[in-house]
């Protein structure tokens, strides 16, 4: 999740990361796409009771999707938190791998905290 710095519009965020950043982080990578979603304000009178998204019109939700196992390329999104944070255009404020259930399976619950 990137939040955008106050004054940084979408567009200046998204030319730098599809011009300049995302080709190199990308070149040469296990990650096979990224994709990009911007949170919507609720409305006043929401239809159930859900926890509201703070400040959503400066943060950006990234997904990842990787052809090998998240480790194998963490550290670019370490690097991505280091660099965005560089450019003062916003700040990486929550980034965790996913990892998806073999179904029927107890896999990755040793893992849990």
């Given at each position: 999740m990137?939040?955008?710095?106050?004054?940084?519009?979408?567009d200046e965020l998204d030319r730098w990361l599809r011009g300049t950043y995302l080709p190199a982080m990308l070149a040469g990578s296990p990650i096979a796409a990224c994709a990009t979603w911007s949170p919507i304000a609720q409305e006043n009178t929401p239809p159930m009771d859900i926890p509201r998204v703070e400040r959503p019109g400066q943060l950006d939700l990234q997904l990842y999707f990787l052809d090998a196992e998240p480790p194998q390329a963490w550290e670019r999104f370490v690097r991505l938190g280091t660099d965005v944070a560089a450019t003062g255009l916003g700040r990486?404020?929550?980034a965790s791998?996913?990892?998806?259930?073999?179904?029927?399976?107890?896999?990755y619950t040793d893992q849990l905290w």
């Open positions: 990137i939040e955008r710095a106050p004054g940084v519009s979408q990486v404020v929550f791998p996913w990892l998806p259930t073999v179904v029927g399976t107890d896999t």
